[in-house]
């Protein structure tokens, strides 16, 4: 049976309502991303993407009192790295807050504050599959 084409090709972006497009941004740059999209919407609003390097996937920066709401308070997006404890290091080097790194059955991990005070997870991936939903170590 041919179903043809999937009917949702990729996840183009994950937005974040933020209260200053620039300082997330530069939070962001911190962590590898580069700005990949910065365009006007309206007067006072513009729509900022940020992407690590190649993916296809990218942070949507909404300026959230353009959209009359409040800054989100919390990720729905966990972040990973191949070396946690170099990455911890690098981030706190550069004047990030970050607590950990926290060790459980399910992986490891740090807390990354970003300049608004939202918690971001970055786990280890070093020896598990990624997307295999086990964590590092099992």
Same mark, same amino acid.
């Given at each position: 049976m041919d179903v043809? +084409? +999937? !009917? @949702?090709? &990729? @996840?183009?972006g994950a937005m974040l309502a933020v209260e200053n497009q620039d300082v997330m941004v $530069? /939070? /962001?740059? =911190? !962590?590898? /991303?580069? =700005?990949t999209v910065d365009r006007a919407l309206w007067p006072g609003a513009r729509w900022v993407e940020v992407a690590l +390097?190649?993916?296809e996937t990218s942070i949507v !920066?909404?300026?959230? &009192? $353009? *959209?009359?709401?409040? +800054?989100?308070? !919390?990720y729905t997006l966990t972040l990973s790295c191949h070396d946690l404890l170099?990455?911890?290091?690098?981030?706190?080097?550069?004047g990030i807050e970050v607590d950990g790194p926290t060790h459980e059955p399910s992986g490891s *991990? @740090?807390?990354?504050?970003?300049p608004e005070g939202r918690v971001?997870?970055?786990n280890d991936i070093v020896g598990d599959v990624v997307g295999d939903g086990r964590g590092a170590g099992s």
């Open positions: 043809g +084409p +999937p !009917l @949702i090709a &990729r @996840i183009a $530069a /939070f /962001f740059e =911190k !962590l590898g /991303f580069v =700005k +390097p190649g993916a !920066l909404t300026p959230a &009192r $353009a *959209y009359h709401r409040e +800054p989100d308070r !919390l170099a990455t911890a290091e690098t981030l706190r080097a550069a *991990y @740090i807390q990354v504050v970003d971001l997870f970055v």
